[in-house]
């Protein structure tokens, strides 16, 4: 048996040898994401792979899982150390080779079975890694899992078990492909800008996209673990503004941004003016609920509130759910329920029957998006995105924080913020409207300009987003009250991007 890991191995050391090293904060609430090396070694990637197969056998469900890896220079050992400790607890594993999280998403079904291992830190920096798990498809795991596995690595309770076995699934891209390109081509003649950051969508998205009878123009679709250009996350202005460069240049119809596991779609439209996601999901509400009258949706509490206030959806008979923030909850949230679609601001999108099978994925996002202006053949993207009622929005902005930190930061930033809701203070000379503390919390004033403060779920930050329907004045009088609180709290560092 492998020792019990530390969090407290220094590298280059007889003990970072023989001993895992797996630091605590790596387990976060729906996923596990490690600085590689300094929080979490080679051994520590097999402890957790024997605490998630012993874990997948308290569960009661079939052990065999489909195990794939993104394009870091690091993942495939990773993923070899994560098969180990999984053979180990006596889990069949399918390896599904270098993928997307949709792919790995999708070989559960295509494989028919019922756990999942994706070896990601999606578009965090490079040094990240991190695994997302599911062991009940389509769903992954949350807080309740993720707290059970952190009981079973950290305290040594992984247990060795016969039964394990190893299939390498050597055609899983193909397979992908073939199903999302099962579709009939589009008779509207559309350019589209596909962008990839240098990361793993970039070995899908374009054939996928291509399939779809539009004319494609790659944008950084090279593989590169070194992402030579800018980060592949399509809520980073970078990115965006490197695909509205392009959109531009070419001009093209729509760019589509795809982060770095593919899972997450960002959007410019033909003016180069990128559209942030939940704005898009509203859109795609608006078509889709066209579509298919008195929709239900869940979106998260970053969102636009036009999800509630929209006119057009208020007609069409939809109704919408705001939840926590993160893939793991709108997931579960969607697939309880049974609504149409999830939305995230940061681009996770979930589709549900009869769209797609109710887990993330940028592509059927993408070919959502297409399929929106295949309905519109006298619209463009500009145009259906100003048809929508006027806000003024922010991007997600993120001061640092350290993790053993930010909870307690936001827990004093909902005390004080609740205190004046209910002493019935002003903010902006205006009352407070309500406050929604499912997740950090949610202030909206009366004329419903609206901010949010809470922790990353998946890094060491606090998150902000604000926004406006009223004027961009107010949009930037409410963001600059938060930073204001806090920056009254010395372990709050810097953004990561303002407005």
């Known amino acids: 048996m492998l020792p019990t890991p530390r969090a407290d191995i220094a590298p280059n050391t007889l003990d970072y040898e023989n ?25 520590g990637v097999q402890a957790l792979g024997l605490g998630l197969g012993t874990l997948i056998h308290e569960l009661g469900v079939k052990p065999e899982i489909a195990v794939g890896h993104d394009y870091r220079s690091y993942s495939t050992s990773i993923k070899q150390a994560l098969i180990t400790g999984l053979l180990t607890a006596g889990v069949k ?41 599911g062991a009940n498809r389509p769903l992954t795991f949350g807080p309740d899992e993720m707290s059970r596995l952190k009981e079973i690595v950290l305290g040594g ?20 492909i073939a ?31 291509k399939a779809t009878g539009a004319e494609i123009i790659p944008l950084d679709c090279e593989l590169d673990h070194t992402f030579p250009r800018y980060n592949p996350n399509p809520e980073d202005m970078e990115m965006l503004h490197a695909l509205r460069d392009a959109v531009l240049e070419h001009k093209a119809d729509v760019g589509l941004a795809f982060d770095g596991d593919g899972d997450r779609c960002g959007v410019v439209d033909n003016t ?16 889709l609920a066209q579509q298919h009258p008195n929709a239900k949706f869940v979106v998260d509490v970053k969102s636009t509130g036009l999800f509630l206030t929209d006119p057009v959806l208020q ?20 697939h309880e329920l049974g609504a149409l679609v999830g939305f995230e601001k940061s681009g996770h999108y979930f589709f549900n029957t009869p769209i797609g099978r109710g887990y993330d994925d940028g592509c059927v996002a993408a070919l959502a998006v297409l399929d929106m202006l295949e309905r519109a053949p006298d619209r463009s993207m500009a145009d259906l ?69 809470r922790a990353s779920s998946n890094k060491p930050g ?11 004045e107010n949009l930037r009088a409410m963001f600059e009250e938060i930073d204001g609180v806090l920056s009254q709290h010395p372990e709050v560092g810097e953004y990561d991007q303002k407005l």
């Open 157 to 176: 309770e992984g247990k060795s078990r016969d039964g394990g076995g190893y299939a390498y699934v050597d055609d899983m891209r193909d397979r992908y």
């Open 179 to 209: 199903d999302m390109t099962d579709r009939p081509k589009l008779k509207r003649k559309l350019k589209v800008v596909a962008a990839c950051g240098n990361g793993t969508a970039g070995a899908f998205m374009p054939d996928v996209l």
């Open 385 to 453: 995105k100003n048809d929508l009622p006027k806000t003024w929005g922010s991007p997600t902005m993120s001061p640092h924080c350290p993790d053993d930190k930010k909870y307690g930061v936001v827990d004093k930033v909902v005390a004080h913020y609740t205190a004046k809701f209910v002493a019935g203070e002003t903010l902006m000379g205006q009352k407070i409207r309500d406050v929604v503390t499912v997740n950090g919390i949610r202030l909206t004033l009366e004329d419903g300009t609206w901010g949010l403060v």
């Open 19 to 43: 001993v895992p090293l797996v630091a605590p904060q790596g387990f976060r609430e729906y996923d596990a994401r490690w600085l590689f090396e300094k929080e979490i070694n080679l051994l």
């Open 462 to 472: 606090l998150v902000v987003v604000v926004e406006s329907p009223a004027s961009e």
């Open 272 to 287: 180069g003016e990128e559209i942030f996601a939940d704005k898009v999901g509203v859109m795609l509400a608006r078509d």
């Open 93 to 133: 594993v399918h390896d599904i080779g270098l993928a997307l999280s949709p792919v790995a998403y999708f070989s559960q079904f295509a494989l028919d079975v019922p756990c999942v291992a994706m070896v990601t830190a999606s578009h965090n920096e490079n040094g990240w890694t991190g695994v997302k798990m």
């Open 315 to 334: 007609k069409l008979g939809a109704t919408t759910d705001y939840w926590k923030t993160g893939h793991s909850y709108i997931k579960r949230r969607s």
